[in-house]
């Protein structure tokens, strides 16, 4: 019934920018927030940021600054602009939204966007 589908990863040298996008679509009552998760090589799965039903956002600190994430509501898409990358920033990029469809709230995911930083 709902499924969020990632674009715009690819690789970028030190320095670049990116901007993902992720739209979501389905049965979907109403949205919570939506955001962003990366894992990167041998680490754990981190939050990367976020925005809130209010409009409100937070990130990580490794991001803030750097990173920023905005929304288009009537199209339930969520956006990330990522501007002076870094090597660490190299991760599968994962949207998430917490939201209620058909009556009941959860977590969806999607299937993850390759983003790399290397010269």
């Known amino acids: 019934q709902v499924q969020l589908v990632e674009s715009g990863g690819g690789l970028v040298q030190p320095g670049g920018s990116l901007r993902l996008s992720c739209a979501a679509s389905?049965?979907?009552?109403?949205?919570?927030?939506m955001g962003w998760y990366r894992q990167a090589p041998g680490k754990e799965r981190e939050l990367v940021g976020r925005?809130?039903?209010?409009?409100?956002?937070d990130y990580i600190d490794s991001v803030e600054g750097r990173f920023t994430i905005g929304r288009d509501n009537a199209k339930n898409t969520v956006y990330l602009q990522m501007n002076s990358l870094k090597p660490e920033d190299t991760a599968v990029y994962f949207c998430?939204?917490?939201?209620?469809?058909?009556?009941?709230?959860?977590?969806?995911w999607g299937q993850g966007t390759q983003v790399t930083v290397s010269s």
């Open positions: 925005v809130y039903n209010d409009g409100s956002t």
């Open positions: 389905g049965s979907i009552d109403s949205i919570n927030a």
């Open positions: 998430y939204a917490d939201l209620r469809s058909i009556g009941v709230w959860r977590n969806y």
